[in-house]
């Protein structure tokens, strides 16, 4: 049976005061098992303070993933951005590292005025330049390049799953809430999902959905994708067959919730999920 934990993206809201820390503590008291640390707005966090918090996480029993900042485009036409943008991961995988954390995601970049198969050349040549680095620092962490929700965005999951393959290192954080949102509604069944899974194993093995780095949440979308997250009953994202999915091919790993209502959207995964598991 997989065993799937999970979390939020960010600090509960319900925690004490806005730090990692309380948000750690109150996802305990919750019963949550997971916590994304969201560097959004850039990677401030000193690693000393990564060291303590990643401590704490694993007194607590509570898993990290990082988000990086949003700032981050490896398609930039200018190249001190781009460059920017490699040190921006790096110092997400950096901290992350430090604190212990599995992997780390971000939306890698935009395609703007360029073919996405130049852009794919581009994501993939600075994202070898950031293992790069790791390897000469050590730093052992998953790269996890998100698929994201709108189509002028590099990141469909056709697009993640190569460069994971073209790329030891790399590997997919599925956000199964941009996939439908970016193709106008679809996927967003059963077979759509288990389709999504298999399509992962087929193309990176086994081991890929052994420690799958996911995100869940409702979603609005539109003609130009994602529009915004939304709650979970709020929205027409079929979580229950995803759950379903999940269970069905065996899949452990992380899901951290990003709906606005991040703890009782992420408890309501968590529930659904375990009676699913529990027969
Ligand atoms: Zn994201």
Do not use: W
């Not at 452990?252 to 919730?257: D, I, L, P, Q």
């Amino acid at each position: 049976m997989g065993l799937i934990r999970f979390g939020t993206g960010g600090v509960p809201h319900s925690a004490a005061k806005r730090t990692t820390e309380a948000g750690l503590e109150r996802l305990k008291e919750l019963g949550l098992d997971h916590l994304e640390v969201e560097f959004v707005r850039g990677v401030k966090m000193k690693i000393d303070k990564a060291r303590e918090i990643g401590k704490l996480a694993k007194e607590l029993g509570i898993t990290l993933t990082a988000h990086g900042p949003y700032y981050i485009n490896l398609n930039s036409p200018d190249e001190d951005k781009r460059k920017a943008s490699v040190l921006r991961i790096l110092d997400t995988a950096r901290a992350g590292y430090a604190m212990g954390a599995r992997s780390i995601t971000f939306h890698a970049a935009y395609y703007g005025d360029n073919d996405p198969e130049d852009v794919y050349v581009r994501v993939r040549d600075h994202l070898h330049e950031v293992l790069k680095v790791m390897k000469e620092e050590g730093i052992k962490i998953d790269i996890r390049p998100e698929t994201t929700g709108k189509p002028n965005q590099f990141g469909t999951l056709d697009e993640i799953i190569k460069l994971s393959s073209e790329l030891p290192g790399i590997l997919p954080c599925v956000d199964f809430a941009h996939i439908h949102a970016r193709f106008g509604g679809r996927f967003n069944s059963y077979d759509e999902f288990t389709a999504i899974l298999k399509k992962i194993e087929r193309a990176l093995g086994r081991g890929a959905l052994e420690s799958l780095h996911m995100h869940m949440s409702g979603i609005e979308y539109g003609d130009k994708g994602e529009i915004n997250h939304l709650n979970l009953e709020e929205s027409d994202f079929r979580y229950r067959e995803l759950l379903k999915a999940l269970r069905d091919m065996d899949v452990s790993g992380y899901a951290v919730c990003e709906s606005p209502d991040l703890e009782e959207d992420a408890l309501l995964l968590k529930k659904t999920y375990g009676k699913l598991t529990s027969h």
